[in-house]
């Protein structure tokens, strides 16, 4: 239960903000198509720990829905026209409007251009609270949501695996560090939190909720004017797996050549 | 020649390996150096020996736990004063925390995760999609610039010359800060979680008892590892199902590994195909695991396991 | 009119009007059923109302248990006669039928009811037997009330037999000639043992209102009885499915108007699934060869139906009520399937064989049910088992449940020469499946077809990475939106191809594609493997040259023979190519024992009881077959865990197209 704290006073309407990126699904196969990579055949999903993001949103709306405290929920996405379906999956599971910054000219690629751009689109909405992925796992760069709580001079803990509110206005939050270990911080809103797997499970939309998705506001905005400050200038592949090395021989020189192996070829020891 | 601040991290005291590799990739710079903590005095003392012109200590005790406003705050004295062209740090979890940060205050454009960096030729080179494709990163001009250098990417490195180390204070008011640092959790047990280890040893039925997945725990402590199990095993009662590796288990994408006595049939791959270095130790020659593997040994996991564990401590000087 | 006359009328008519009083509140509740069509097809549905109601098909299955109701069965028919006979002799005060039929009518008509009456009597001393000495194990699990009910039962049918021999044994007694004596043997026989004089017309009447107060007081026990399924198993049977048995029902998910789907409620099932739970007799047949009741799961079939009897009798007559509900009848209203009736656990066990299906005697299809339930949790409230997520998840972006790549899928194959399907050329659409593309115990299967294939020169040809999952383990896991995207998705690429004929290699795939399909707007020729290869032995288009020495056994797949009935080609395929013909297990064509991977469990846990496969394990490794042949790749994986687990893996599991591949 949420104990209220006299004195603190909340707008009529929370507003819990939500970074969604659409981005190839994990198992897609990463093929180059000339200087870039090739998009043709691959499909496009919900950032997994961006879903970490938008359930831990709806978990919260319904917590402080308890307490009579109404919140929306607005998710934000920087893409082009086809990442609205982003938000369409969102809406299914729980999160009430979005707001589409429509990118079809790859104006931001880099962390900057788009952490800039997704923040100007946060001022709009004055968001209490907003959750994000901790990083997209795309881009693998762990950066953009911790920019855009800095951009709107809000405090922020990344890498979140557990979120307990002590008030309405306040959480408890463990964040995720090397080692299995882990930082536990209190915090006071307005605050952003990115998530990271063990936050929870976003819930599978019923189809009522896919329904209703269909029906939810998207505001469609244009990019605000921002420039990529890291290009990226071209692209490899890592070798295949390929064929099996079998390390053959006694058994003692086998375990020297494996370690020797993965020490010097695979250098993942 | 750029001036270049790095964000070098400690450790009980010792200076982290990682903040040495920072030293490579600004290896022809002017580097100086910022440490947080109030045991950092021999990492401030070590990063002064190895070059850099000016280590800043921040020494206050409050220090000793990472708190994003704070850090940033002390940061952000040192940049405005030393005015540096680069601020580089580890990807680590501090760092992969605060540079973001500080690129966002400053307006700096920010190369993350780099496996390659070079401040001089202010490029780097940074996986893209859980390291399926490889992308070539530039850096365009800019006032300030930032980036963070994963952890084992270069060597570890040393500049010539030495410098001072400065004790320095901050300001910071952590009393009125909406964060506010609680306590830190040990972890529930010396292992990393499965499903975000680096490296995974993993058992399969020809274990055959719960205690002979000891030699598995012992190589696992050696390479600082998680252990996980196929169904088979954790059916039999020799793993936990919380160790349970697969399609109705957990999913793993470690950059090792090392699967014993397992098969591999399809509904273990499904849990761990992604990893990017597979072992397979198995006494069946027909195993399907040895066509999914990048090594494979065929032979008794019982005299293997023991072996590879000696190995790889003398690998690692243990 | 006598007293005699306006007794009877007045007790008929009092007994029909309770009767129908409370028979119509049964009626009523299943009307609050939603709609489903079982109205056409009057052909089929005659020809199997024929076979079962009538030549009780299924039943003789048993042979003791099965001539022991025929009996009863027909005795009731016959005796029905008679009865309306004796209601006739009360309301015209004393007039039997005799007055107006001819004796070579009456006598054979005295026959038989004298006939049926004896009958039926030996019947229900059988029937005590069965119960109280033999203890038939699919009744062990029965509760006291449902014995009690059962033994009630049996005494008011003895009751009903003798009294009416009795009587008509007294009638006998009291004046010989005209009253048809030589046509009722045992009638007569019972006389015979009256002492001389005649009985007091009390005593007559006494016997007289005995019979019919038994019949009346029986008719009105029904609607509380599990033996209702005297009224309703009939009708029941007649409207049984027409549609292939392994078709699912296909609701339409683009109706604006419907805001929930599958069954949450006791009335959001359609009126047959009611129908179904009042017919359940309780017998048990189909819990003796279900997957789950023989590994001590939650679900068993027959509870199933119990319970679900329950809830929907209990809450249609909360419904039914005219007056206001109290707190405890509002939590009825409110009463959800799932948890309230059963755990989540009951429902996510069912591996959708078929088995209480295939033995159902009165035709309750039980497996609908289940699924209804399943899309009630799926579809209105997002619940399902939490392995279960990622397997849809999985199917949605990479359409496998194994989450590999999309554009991989096949890749081995193509790579290896296989040509894609091309309409001009190619005689088959060789469908391979997930498992076929992905898998590489599955992948040794499909290159076996291929060269059987080859080998008899049929032309074929694949889809390669446009092939597309079928939908078919989602539907069973009750989420019917993705399931139908898939189906919608496949049978576009199937069309765009210009399939006409589609060979698979999966049983699933193949019930699917040629039983759900059409539904869907999508018509094709489909075989499995098995089919066409036993097709192409049977007309020497493949010629065998090394026949396997030892022995082998067959696994029956579900969906290959339950559902659709397809026993003898693998074994004629095993006959084929091995010496000896294949032995059979105990549990096998219709009564095969499921391997444990179907209705979407290849992607669950096994939690509770023992393994389903461990079970089919045991009794493969009891055939001292040194081979097991399969005709499906869960059973492959299934199968080969298990005796692994028993630690048999020197039994080698073999598919039917390997064997036949290795005998060329």
């Known amino acids: 239960m949420i104990r209220w704290q006299s004195d603190v006073s909340l707008t009529t309407m929370t507003k819990i903000g939500v970074l969604i990126k659409f981005v190839p699904d994990t198992n897609s196969r990463i093929q180059l198509k000339g200087d870039a990579v090739d998009e043709a055949d691959l499909k496009f999903v919900i950032n997994p720990y961006d879903e970490f993001a938008i359930e831990e949103a709806v978990k919260t709306k319904e917590l402080w829905a308890k307490s009579n405290l109404p919140a929306e929920i607005v998710g934000i996405c920087l893409g082009p026209t086809a990442a609205a379906k982003a938000l369409r999956d969102a809406f299914a599971v729980g999160v009430d409007r979005g707001i589409h910054i429509v990118d079809n000219a790859k104006t931001a690629t880099d962390s900057r251009s788009i952490a800039t751009a997704l923040a100007e689109a946060c001022k709009t909405e004055s968001f209490n609270l907003i959750y994000a992925g901790k990083q997209a796992v795309d881009s693998d760069n762990h950066a953009v949501a911790v920019m855009v709580a800095e951009k709107l001079k809000m405090p922020h803990i990344a890498v979140i695996s557990k979120c307990e509110w002590t008030a309405n206005t306040e959480a408890t939050v463990e964040r995720d560090v090397e080692g299995g270990m882990k930082d536990i911080y209190k915090v006071k809103l307005p605050a952003l939190f990115t998530a990271n797997k063990g936050l929870n499970k976003m819930r599978l939309a019923s189809l009522p909720g896919i329904r209703a998705a269909a029906k939810k506001e998207i505001k469609e905005i244009p990019i605000a004017a921002v420039k990529a400050g890291i290009k990226v200038s071209g692209w490899s592949l890592p070798p295949e797996r390929g064929q099996v090395k079998m390390i053959e021989g006694e058994p003692e020189k086998q375990a020297a050549e494996l370690v020797r192996l993965l020490h010097t070829e695979a250098k993942v020891i | ?318 | 009119m006598t007293l005699f006359q306006i007794s009877t009328i007045a007790f008929v008519f009092l007994s029909l009007a309770f009767f129908s009083y409370n028979f119509s509140k049964i009626l009523k509740t299943i009307l609050m059923g939603k709609a489903r069509n079982r109205f056409g097809d009057i052909f089929k549905r005659a020809v199997v109302f024929l076979e079962q109601v009538a030549g009780h098909k299924k039943l003789l299955r048993q042979p003791g248990a099965g001539l022991l109701h025929f009996v009863i069965f027909w005795g009731f028919v016959i005796l029905t006669l008679g009865t309306v006979e004796w209601m006739f002799y009360g309301f015209t005060g004393g007039i039997s039928w005799d007055r107006y039929l001819p004796e070579f009518i009456y006598g054979p008509y005295s026959f038989s009811q004298d006939l049926f009456n004896s009958l039926v009597f030996v019947a229900i001393v059988y029937a005590f037997y069965r119960r109280i000495v033999l203890k038939p194990k699919r009744m062990a699990d029965n509760s006291a009330k449902s014995k009690a009910d059962a033994y009630l039962i049996l005494s008011l049918i003895g009751g009903l037999v003798l009294t009416n021999l009795v009587t008509h044994a007294m009638k006998i007694h009291h004046s010989p000639e005209t009253t048809f004596a030589s046509y009722q043997p045992v009638a007569s026989f019972i006389a015979s043992f009256f002492s001389e004089g005649s009985f007091s017309d009390p005593a007559v009447y006494f016997f007289w209102w005995a019979h019919l107060f038994i019949v009346f007081f029986f008719l009105n026990f029904l609607p509380f009885s599990k033996h209702l399924h005297v009224i309703v198993a009939a009708p029941n049977v007649w409207f049984s499915k027409t549609e292939p048995r392994g078709s699912l029902t296909t609701p339409d998910l683009t109706d604006e108007k419907v805001t929930a789907f599958g069954a949450t409620q006791t009335t959001d099932f359609a009126w047959k699934n009611l129908l179904d739970a009042y017919a359940c007799t309780e017998c048990g047949r189909c819990n003796e060869f279900c997957p789950t009741a023989a590994t001590g799961k939650a679900l068993k079939p027959k509870t199933l139906m119990i319970e679900m009897r329950a809830a929907i009798s209990e809450r249609g007559r909360v419904l039914q009520k005219k007056t206001a509900l109290n707190e405890a009848e509002q939590a009825i209203v409110a009463q959800e399937m799932v948890p309230a009736v059963f755990s989540d656990q009951f429902i996510w066990d069912c591996t959708t064989c078929g088995a209480c299906v295939e033995a159902c005697t009165v035709m309750i299809d039980h497996v609908d049910s289940i699924v209804e339930m399943r899309r009630a949790l799926v579809l209105n409230k997002g619940s399902n088992p939490e392995e279960a997520t990622s397997a849809f998840r999985n199917w949605e972006t990479s359409s496998n449940p194994w989450g590999f790549s999309e554009q991989s899928r096949q890749d081995w194959l193509v790579e290896k020469g296989v040509p894609l399907f091309d309409a001009s050329q190619h005689e088959y659409l060789y469908y391979i499946g997930c498992a076929g593309s992905f898998d590489d115990r599955a992948k040794k299967v499909v290159e076996s077809t291929a060269k059987v294939l080859n080998a008899a020169g049929i032309k074929f040809g694949v889809l390669g990475k446009e092939e597309k999952c079928n939908g078919e383990t989602a539907r069973r896991l009750g989420n019917e939106y993705l399931a139908q995207q898939m189906m919608t998705a496949n049978k576009d690429v199937l069309d765009q191809k210009g399939a006409k004929k589609i060979l698979t290699s999966c049983p699933h795939c193949f019930n699917s594609l040629k039983n759900e399909y059409p539904d869907i707007g999508g018509n094709y020729d489909v075989k499995h493997h098995s089919e066409l290869i036993q097709d192409l032995l049977a007309r020497g288009a493949l010629q065998p040259k090394t026949k396997m020495a030892t022995d082998v056994t067959f696994h029956d797949s579900c969906y290959i023979g339950r559902y659709n009935q397809i026993y003898d080609a693998p074994r004629d395929i095993l006959s084929a190519v091995g010496e000896n013909k294949p032995i059979e297990m105990p549990r096998s064509k219709e009564k095969g024992f499921c391997c444990g991977a179907g209705g979407g469990r290849m992607w669950l846990e096994e939690k509770t009881g023992s393994r389903i496969n461990h079970n089919r394990a045991e009794e493969i490794i009891e055939t001292k077959a040194s081979t097991v042949a399969v005709s499906c790749p869960f059973c492959m994986t299934m199968v080969t865990d298990g005796l692994k687990a028993k630690g048999r893996e020197d039994i080698q599991v073999k598919d039917l197209a390997e064997l036949v591949a290795e005998s060329l």
């Open chain 2, 1 to 318: 020649m750029k001036k270049v601040l790095i964000i070098a991290e400690q450790k009980k005291g010792s200076l982290k390996k990682a903040s040495l590799e920072l030293l490579t990739a600004a290896k022809n710079d002017e580097v100086h150096a910022i440490i947080f903590g109030s045991q950092a005095k021999a990492a401030a003392d070590e990063l002064a020996s190895k070059g850099v012109k000016e280590v800043f200590w921040i020494k206050d005790a409050k220090f000793d736990h990472y708190h994003p406003e704070a850090f940033a705050s002390a940061c952000e004295e040192v940049i405005k004063t030393l005015k540096p062209d680069y601020v580089i740090g580890t990807a680590s979890s501090q760092g992969k925390d605060l540079v973001p940060k500080l690129a966002a205050r400053f307006d700096g454009p920010l190369a993350s995760d780099c496996v390659e960096l070079s401040i001089d030729h202010a490029k780097g080179k940074h996986p893209f999609f859980s390291g399926k494709a490889l992308a070539d990163v530039a850096f365009e001009a800019s006032t300030i610039s930032f980036a963070t250098l994963r952890p084992n990417s270069l060597a570890a490195g040393a500049l010539t010359g030495a410098g001072k180390v400065t004790e320095t204070s901050s300001n910071f008011d952590f009393a009125s800060s909406p964060i506010q640092y609680q306590k830190s959790t040990e972890a529930t047990s010396d292992r990393p979680d499965l499903t975000e280890a680096g490296v995974i040893v993993s058992g399969g039925r020809s274990l055959k008892t719960k205690d002979n997945f000891k030699i598995l725990f012992d190589l696992a402590d050696t390479l600082g590892a998680a252990v996980g199990a196929s169904r088979a095993a954790v059916d039999e009662g020799l793993a936990g199902h919380d160790m349970q590796v697969g399609q109705t288990g957990k999913t793993v994408n470690p950059s090792l590994y090392l699967a014993f006595g397992i098969s591999g049939a399809i509904q273990h791959l499904a849990g761990m195909r992604t990893s990017k270095v597979i072992v397979a130790v198995n006494k069946d020659p027909n195993a399907p695991l040895f066509q999914k593997a990048n090594y494979g040994i065929v032979g008794d996991l019982f005299v293997l396991a023991p072996l590879i564990t000696e190995e790889c401590k003398k690998q690692l000087g243990k």
